[in-house]
Every structure is written in structure tokens, then in C-alpha cells.
């Protein structure tokens, strides 16, 4: 048995090694997005004033006017991230100034740095098929490479010591034990973060699943459709202080903070209602999961749902993401960053030292097996006379 799981974990290995150091390395660096954004534009990192908020109807109405039908979700400016971001129908983003409403940048996946990280990290860059690839790799990662890995390494594990953390050389065997100390001192981090990555991938059917095994009563159904035909939607001012209504109404202690509006979904076609993400005091999630819904041309508040208040199944599925991301409601939490960068370095280590162990070895047994086919080769010379 423990000759076919050390196969299974070889192999396994071998076969994601470089798709595993891909997604690794690009995690790694995704935890730096916020500041190599604020690096690249001073602006970002400004506080957020209340005469920014006052201003941000005239930017809603910029945006509305630049990109039209294009607009599928708008994320208003968040402390530390000071812009408004657009995500348009062609798969482009966009930054628009929070407060002069003027274009500063439009891009495509591929054209941007932390974009191309995000979708090598997520989607492999296959779109969501390579999310579903993703979340397979993470399931096999997990079973055979970490619990695999450990299961292996426990019988040996005299011979295997931890502080082999550091090879002492590049030989096959100071490599070998390297990788299983790496192995297991990563082992609890990226358990965590393969788990939670692989959660998100299919979350179409582990969000279910959690409801159905842990909540009380069903999830919240947000309802976006509207009756009757017409586009558009109120003007951004009556649209804002609806929602700033609506987040007033959440049952939130003053002394908890306040509600923070996070994204808007415009309606997109006749019948579709605004949805706005918001996140409430106590929450996790970075972006929110409650939900405000308003009539597109009345302004009036269709549905709320109140995240915190749903049962906890879905609220564990709501976890997955800010524990993945190492961001805790509205920041980064420290000792969630510090073990994703424990994880994603042990996993970018382990995948090279395999390969390079395994390769290794490959060449050394092909010399072998040439010196033992030509016995000219491993023949002592004679002494000079």
C-alpha cells in the first residue's frame, strides 16, 4: 500500500509540478495587489472624505454616459483603494477617478500585471473551464500531495528530520529530505488554502451542499427581476440615498460601525432590478454579502438580506473567499497573509525540488544502467610502467 501511494504522490506531483508553481507564485504576489496599486497611483491611497461621497452621483452619472450598456458592475472606492472600478460586458475593467469622473485606465486581462496574476491564479487562463481544472488540481493536491505526502513521511520521519528545512547540498538525498520538512511544516497552511480555493471553484455545488448539512432554513433567494418593460433607472442621487436608507435600516449597533456599500449592478436588461453588494459590521467578507435590491425606476427597496443572519452553512461558504485572500473584513489580516505566503512558497519549494530530485535521479540511473551495458567505461586504467 505505501509502495502505491508514494507512486500516486510521485506522479501526481510530476504531472502538476509547474502548474502548481504557476499558481502558487501568482498568489503569492496577488497579496501585494492593493499596494502596487497605491504605488502606481498616489490617489488610491487617500482617505475617503464625505465630500467624495457627495461627489459620487456626478462620477455614477460619467460612468453611465461613458460605457452605456457596456457596464456590468460597478465597485464604488473602498479605504486604501480610493477609484471607482468597472467591469464591462467585453471582459475589459476600468478605473474611473473618484472624483473628477475622468477615465485613468482600461484594460484586458492580459494587459495588466495584477489582472494576468488573477486569472492565471484562478482561471489558469481558460476562463471557467480553467476554474473547474483549478479546483480538480486543488482536490488532487490535497489528497495526494499533502495528506499523501505526510502519510508517506511519517514512517521516516527519523531518518527525515524537520530541521532538513534547508538542503546541505544539491544531492538527490539532502533534496529529498528538504522537500519532506518543507512538506510538513506547509502542510497545515496550505491544507487551508488549497481547501478554501477548491471550495470556490465549485461553489455552485458546495454552497448547496453546506446549506443542506448546516443551516436551519434555506438561503436567502435574492429576486432581481421586475415587472413591466423599460430601461434605465433613477438618477445615481435618488439611487444613493435609497441604498444609504436601506444600509441605515440593517440592525447594527452604532457602536459596531457602519455599513459600507461595495458594488452595484446597474440593471442590464428590460425587467432586472439594481442590486447592490454591501458589507455590514462583522462580516468577513471583504466585498460583503448582504444585499440591497431597488425598483430600477422608482428607487424602492424590493429586498434586503441581511448576510449575518443566514444560517451556517451558507455563512461558512461565505468564509471561503476572505480566508483564501487573507483579507478579514475590510483589511488584510496579518497572520492570514503571513500563512499564505508560508503556503505558497512552500508549494512553489516543493514543486521545484521534486522535479528536480526526479530528474536527477532519472539521469544518475541512466549513467548507471550505460556504465553497466560498456564495461570499457568502469575499467581502472593500468598503472604506468
Do not use: C
Not at 538527490?172 to 491544507?191: D, I, K, M, Q, Y
Not at 427597496?301 to 483564501?324: C, F, K, N, S
Not at 530528474?359 to 556504465?371: G, L
Amino acid at each position: 500500500m505505501r509502495g502505491v501511494l508514494t507512486a500516486l504522490h510521485r506522479w501526481v506531483g510530476l504531472a502538476l509540478a509547474l502548474v502548481l508553481l504557476v499558481v502558487a507564485l501568482s498568489g503569492v504576489l496577488l497579496l501585494a495587489r492593493g499596494p502596487y496599486y497605491r504605488w502606481q497611483y498616489p490617489s488610491f491611497g487617500q482617505p475617503i472624505a464625505a465630500q467624495d461621497r457627495a461627489g459620487w452621483p456626478a462620477v455614477l452619472e460619467a460612468i453611465t454616459r461613458r460605457f452605456g450598456d457596456e457596464v456590468r458592475t460597478i465597485k464604488v472606492p473602498q479605504p486604501g483603494l480610493h477609484v471607482f472600478q468597472v467591469w464591462l460586458a467585453d471582459g475589459s475593467e476600468a478605473f474611473v477617478d473618484a472624483r473628477a469622473g475622468a477615465l485613468l485606465d482600461r484594460w484586458h486581462p492580459t494587459d495588466r500585471l495584477p489582472a494576468l496574476l488573477f486569472d492565471l491564479h484562478v482561471h489558469l487562463m481558460a476562463g471557467e473551464r480553467g476554474e473547474l481544472i483549478n479546483g480538480a488540481i486543488a482536490l488532487l493536491t490535497m489528497a495526494f500531495l499533502v495528506i499523501g505526502g505526510g502519510l508517506i513521511w511519517w514512517p521516516r520521519r527519523a531518518s527525515m528530520p524537520l530541521r532538513a528545512v534547508w538542503p546541505r547540498s544539491w544531492a538527490p538525498v539532502a533534496l529529498l529530505r528538504s522537500h519532506a520538512a518543507v512538506g510538513v511544516v506547509t502542510a497545515g497552511p496550505l491544507l487551508v488554502f488549497v481547501l478554501t480555493g477548491a471550495g470556490m471553484a465549485f461553489s455552485a455545488s458546495v454552497m448547496p451542499m453546506l446549506s443542506r448539512l448546516l443551516d436551519a432554513a434555506p438561503p436567502t433567494v435574492v429576486r432581481a427581476q421586475v415587472a413591466g418593460d423599460g430601461r434605465g433607472h433613477v438618477p445615481w442621487a435618488v439611487a444613493l440615498a435609497r441604498l444609504e436608507q436601506a444600509m441605515a435600516a440593517f440592525d447594527t449597533p452604532p457602536r459596531d460601525g457602519e455599513a459600507q456599500l461595495v458594488f452595484i449592478t446597474p440593471p442590464r436588461v428590460s425587467g432586472t432590478a439594481l442590486v447592490a453588494r454591501v458589507r455590514l459590521p462583522g462580516e468577513w467578507h471583504p466585498n460583503g454579502r448582504s444585499i440591497v435590491v431597488l425598483h430600477p425606476r422608482t428607487g424602492d427597496v424590493l429586498q434586503t438580506m441581511d448576510a449575518r443572519r443566514e444560517g451556517a452553512g451558507t455563512r461558512l461558504g461565505h468564509a471561503l473567499y476572505p480566508i483564501h485572500a487573507a483579507r478579514i473584513g475590510s483589511g488584510p489580516s496579518w497572520l492570514l497573509v503571513a500563512l499564505a505566503i508560508l503556503a505558497g512558497l512552500g508549494l512553489a519549494v516543493l514543486s521545484v525540488s521534486g522535479l528536480v530530485t526526479w530528474v536527477q535521479r532519472r539521469v544518475r540511473r541512466r549513467v548507471r544502467r550505460e556504465n553497466a551495458s560498456d564495461p570499457a567505461r568502469t575499467r581502472v586504467p593500468a598503472a604506468p610502467a
